[in-house]
């Protein structure tokens, strides 16, 4: 007779082979969940790989050319005006490219946003948490924008006493280095960010995610890089960018007065006193940027960098820079003109946000109960009287109409002043059409019905 065959007895699988399982099938779904979370961007923005490379390319060589090609002869300089193609060409030799690199304006940049940096892991805040994202976490944020503010000021203040406004010179003879140092700066960054992306468990823009990277590069492919509890793209959005504005104006406007032996222009005054109260206004309300597309939306990539490290304060100090080369005064008429122009945006926006936001963090608030609302599917509220009844971005009106109050303190020898409220223009037209896709692929029929309700974009009545 043939011997049964004799089984052999299957081993019980040990505790640390089950763990393994275990741990194999969370990574299989944590990471099938990643996925899902993070799905491949299908459109593009901006023109696409190639608006990304421009931008990349073309916004540090403009902001470079408002450094280099405005002067005390006149803005453009008289150089450019006499053989403008010279003058350019002249900009991209080694010899000239190698004289704008300022070891010194370097160190003095890197060290002015490690101080920030520095301000905003020590200074006190409330620690406020932001919207809810994909992944159901709310993301803790310290609010002390304005204390790193005012600390900047008094510790300047506080060294000053002793060497008068001398040293704040420093920004105006180092302006084109200072420049060159914060463009490096948001490369340097930009890369860091965009890198780091990389890594695995990491929450990324959904409009960041397209596999290219030159345009996932710009765009911005991470929503919120962080290094352990410092948030990257919260610390940029505010602080180099306004503190650094109101500095480097602070310092032209020091020029100005060492200059006029004493003096200040009531035009150089009107600019500062506008500016500084944009800014610190946004500080105070620091709060109130948690619910911007640069925070909820927008991924951290070169776009946000460079525009917040260079593009802001190099920029938006072009008035002020004006004033210094050509110092005017004009009526007492014209000058409380432009006040209530400025008053009359600030209203407009501050008032609309105030609202907005309000609306969103206390629904329940008497203010928040008067306002009527469309109730969408997808489950938000869509306001449709108050300010937001009138337009549907009413605050990008007044916000451009405060832009064109602190040129019109320039006169009108030069377009270049005018460059900040021409390129704003431009830039919320098109972030108003941004919003716009996006609330029409999130809202679909209850945006056109929203839209019924709310018929005009920005400005009542015309647009």
């Not at 763990?19 to 593009?44: C, D, M, V």
């Not at 002067?71 to 190698?98: E, I």
């Not at 597309?293 to 938006?316: E, S």
């Not at 029929?445 to 839209?451: A, F, G, I, R, V």
Request: proline residues 5%; positive net charge.
């Amino acid at each position: 007779m043939a011997k049964p065959v004799q089984r052999k007895k299957q081993a019980k699988p040990t505790a640390a082979a089950a763990a393994k399982k275990t741990s194999s099938t969370t990574e299989t779904t944590s990471s099938s969940q990643l996925t899902e979370l993070n799905p491949k961007t299908r459109h593009y923005e901006f023109g696409g790989p190639i608006g990304a490379l421009g931008m990349v390319v073309c916004l540090p060589v403009l902001v470079l050319f408002f450094a280099t090609c405005c002067d005390s002869t006149g803005y453009p300089s008289q150089a450019f005006r006499d053989d403008w193609k010279t003058t350019v060409l002249s900009k991209f030799t080694l010899d000239y490219l190698k004289s704008i690199w300022d070891p010194s304006a370097f160190m003095v940049y890197v060290g002015f946003v490690a101080l920030l940096a520095f301000f905003y892991l020590i200074l006190p805040g409330d620690n406020v948490p932001g919207t809810m994202l994909r992944d159901g976490n709310r993301i803790k944020y310290r609010m002390n924008g304005f204390a790193s503010f005012h600390t900047t000021i008094f510790a300047a203040l506080y060294f000053l006493k002793s060497t008068g406004l001398k040293p704040l010179e420093y920004a105006y003879d180092h302006y084109i280095g200072l420049a060159v140092a914060s463009i490096v700066f948001s490369y340097a960054i930009s890369l860091y960010v965009y890198l780091g992306s990389f890594q695995p468990g990491k929450l990324l823009a959904l409009g960041g995610n397209s596999g290219n990277p030159i345009y996932d590069f710009m765009i911005g492919r991470e929503l919120n890089p962080r290094i352990g509890s410092f948030d990257i793209k919260f610390f940029t959005e505010l602080r180099p960018g306004l503190i650094g504005w109101l500095v480097l104006n602070y310092c032209l406007a020091a020029k100005q007065w060492i200059d006029l032996g004493g003096h200040m222009t009531n035009t150089m005054f009107l600019v500062q006193f506008f500016q500084s109260w944009y800014v610190i206004d946004a500080l105070w309300n620091e709060e109130a940027v948690l619910t911007t597309m640069d925070i909820t939306t927008d991924g951290f990539g070169f776009m946000l960098a460079f525009g917040l490290y260079t593009w802001v304060p190099f920029t938006y100090t072009i008035q002020a820079r004006y004033l210094v080369d050509f110092p005017q005064s004009i009526s007492w008429v014209s000058f409380g003109a432009i006040i209530v122009l400025n008053l009359l945006g600030y209203l407009i926006f501050r008032s609309a946000n105030s609202q907005k936001n309000e609306f969103r963090s206390s629904p329940n608030s008497p203010a928040s109960k008067k306002l009527k609302y469309l109730q969408t599917k997808a489950g938000s509220k869509l306001i449709t009287s108050g300010w937001w009844g009138v337009s549907r971005h009413i605050n990008y009106l007044g916000d451009w109409l405060m832009s064109l109050s602190w040129s019109l303190p320039c006169g009108f020898a030069s377009p270049i002043p005018y460059f900040y409220p021409i390129y704003f223009a431009i830039l919320l037209l098109h972030r108003e059409r941004r919003d716009d896709h996006k609330c029409r692929v999130k809202y679909g029929e209850d945006w056109e019905k929203y839209c019924e309700i709310v018929k005009y974009r920005i400005i009542p009545g015309i647009y």
